[in-house]
C-alpha cells in the first residue's frame, strides 16, 4: 500500500515538473550551454534550449518506441514460438536462432537506406530481430506445458490446439513471457537509443534520449550536463526495469 501511494505521488509529481517546464523546442541564444540552475533544472543545450524540457519530452519517444517494438516483438515471437511447439516445427526455432545472429544496427542501417531515417526504421530493424528470443522462450515453455497432465485432459476431452493454447497453456506460460518481457526492456531501450544516436531515428529538433547524447558529444568536457543526464536517464530506465523483471523470476 506505501508503494503504491509512493509510485502514485511521484507520478504526480512528474507530471507536474513536465507541465512547468517551458517548451522543448524553443531555442534562447540569450542562455546558450549554461549549467544547471534553478530556472533550468539540467541545464541549457547549445541552442538555448533547457534540457530538462527535453528530456522528458523525448521520453514519450524513446519510451514509447521501446515499449511499442517490445510489444510488436513479444506478441509475434510468442504466437510462433507456441504454434511450432505445438505443430511440431522445430525449424521455426532453427530459423530465429539465424534470424538472432543478426547485427540490429546493420538492420537498422539497411532499413535507413531503404525507407530513410525515422521512426520506421527503427521499428523495422528492431522488429526484426527483436522476436526471436520470445520465441524461442515461448516455443519451450509450451513444449513443457505439452506435457502436463490437465493438458492431456483437455485434449483427451476434445479439445482442440487454439482452445488448449488459448485457455490452458497461454495463462501458464504468461508470467514468465512477462518477466522475459521487462528483462528484455534495458537491451531493447540501449537498441533505440543507440540507433537513434546514429541518427537512423528521429531527426532534429524532435528530442529523443539517443539523439540528445549524439547532439551533447561536441560540448562533452565544457557542458558535460548535455551528455550525462540522458545517458542517466537511459540507464536508470533500464535498471529499474531490469529489476523489476527479476523480483517476477523468483
Excluded at 488448449?164 to 531501450?189: D, K, S, V, Y
Aim: charged residues 10%; contains cysteine.
Amino acid at each position: 500500500m506505501k508503494f503504491r501511494l509512493a509510485a502514485a505521488g511521484a507520478a504526480i509529481l512528474v507530471v507536474t515538473a513536465a507541465l512547468a517546464l517551458p517548451d522543448p523546442l524553443a531555442a534562447d541564444y540569450s542562455s546558450v550551454l549554461e549549467s544547471p540552475s534553478l530556472a533550468h533544472p539540467l541545464g541549457t543545450d547549445q541552442l538555448g534550449r533547457d534540457v530538462a524540457a527535453r528530456l522528458f519530452s523525448g521520453a514519450r519517444v524513446t519510451l514509447g518506441l521501446t515499449v511499442a517494438t517490445l510489444l510488436v516483438t513479444g506478441v509475434a515471437g510468442t504466437v510462433v514460438g507456441a504454434a511450432a511447439a505445438v505443430l511440431g516445427a522445430r525449424s521455426v526455432v532453427r530459423a530465429a536462432d539465424l534470424v538472432a545472429a543478426l547485427p540490429t544496427i546493420l538492420v537498422g542501417l539497411l532499413a535507413a537506406a531503404i525507407s530513410g531515417p525515422g521512426l520506421p526504421s527503427i521499428l523495422a530493424a528492431v522488429c526484426a530481430v527483436g522476436w526471436t528470443p520470445f520465441a524461442r522462450q515461448a516455443y519451450h515453455l509450451t513444449l513443457r506445458e505439452a506435457k502436463q497432465e490437465y493438458v492431456v485432459a483437455a485434449r483427451s476431452l476434445g479439445a482442440g490446439t487454439a482452445r488448449i493454447l488459448a485457455r490452458h497453456i497461454a495463462p501458464n506460460i504468461a508470467e514468465p513471457l512477462l518477466a522475459h518481457l521487462l528483462l528484455r526492456f534495458a537491451g531493447t531501450l540501449l537498441t533505440v537509443s543507440g540507433l537513434s544516436f546514429l541518427g537512423l531515428g528521429v531527426q532534429p529538433p524532435t528530442p529523443e534520449w539517443g539523439a540528445m547524447v549524439a547532439e551533447g558529444r561536441n560540448h562533452l568536457f565544457t557542458s558535460p550536463h548535455l551528455v550525462l543526464a540522458p545517458a542517466a536517464a537511459v540507464v536508470i530506465t533500464a535498471t529499474c526495469a531490469t529489476v523489476l523483471g527479476r523480483r517476477l523470476t523468483r
